[in-house]
């Protein structure tokens, strides 16, 4: 079993939709969460960031953490095409700064 | 602030050759990491610098491979003997102070070992 596991998509939803993306982990230790969009053949570039459970917001972004279920979410409001790109999460435990990260769902936001 | 840069941004090389990678970090970041990612998988963790001191490094991270920061700014990362197996993008993020978990990766070196 991976220790974190997201469906890799390819997820397809009209423009102005609400996108959630989700992610499960196995380690109950993990206590640092991160989302990262990436676009094809570019490096990741960091969306959110949030510790421990909660709910944190950004703009059209809302990150979401359910330390009881081991379930991360983020929630894009009013997608748009430019938002069409790949969303990895990832999680790491006190410690150490070595981040797992999610293989990444296809997020294609149609005109 | 000019953000995470890499050199070179893409590498062709042949099976057995030896490669070379450099990342400068954000300058005001001490931590700085290497990760590896393959088409269709998020980023893998290879190695992380606190200041000049290599402090963790994953299996993956063959004999084959070294890293360094001698100074403790920018990083290189080497594979000898490259296989293709070897073929993937090398990322490098950096991350600032004690107790600042956020990583900023810069745009990667995509390796093709022929």
């Known amino acids: 079993q991976k220790e974190v596991e997201q469906d890799p998509g390819p997820l397809s939803v009209p423009e102005g939709a609400i996108v959630s993306l989700n992610c499960t982990y196995s380690?109950?230790?993990?206590?640092?969460f991160m989302w990262y969009r990436q676009y094809s053949r570019k490096g990741p570039e960091l969306l959110m960031y949030?510790?421990?459970?909660g709910n944190k917001e950004d703009g059209r972004f809302t990150a979401q953490v359910d330390k009881s279920s081991k379930y991360i979410s983020l929630f894009i409001r009013d997608s748009q095409p430019s938002d069409s790109a790949t969303y990895l999460c990832?999680?790491?435990?006190?410690?150490?700064?070595?981040?797992?990260f999610g293989t990444g769902t296809r997020l294609k936001v149609l005109a | 602030d000019t953000g995470v840069s890499q050199d070179p941004r893409h590498k062709i090389t042949k099976r057995g050759q030896n490669v070379t990678f450099r990342c400068d970090p954000i300058s005001e970041h001490n931590r700085l990491y290497w990760y590896r990612q393959t088409l269709g998988q998020g980023p893998e963790f290879l190695t992380y610098f606190q200041n000049e001191a290599q402090l963790e490094k994953s299996r993956l991270l063959s004999d084959r491979f070294s890293a360094e920061r001698p100074k403790g700014s920018f990083s290189t990362l080497e594979i000898q003997r490259t296989e293709q197996g070897d073929s993937a993008m090398y990322l490098c993020?950096?991350?600032?102070?004690?107790?600042?978990?956020?990583?900023?990766f810069g745009p990667g070196t995509r390796l093709t070992v022929t």
């Open positions: 949030t510790y421990s459970s």
């Open positions: 990832a999680t790491s435990r006190s410690g150490t700064y070595k981040y797992i």
């Open positions: 993020a950096s991350s600032g102070l004690d107790g600042d978990y956020e990583q900023y």
């Open positions: 380690n109950s230790a993990f206590q640092y």
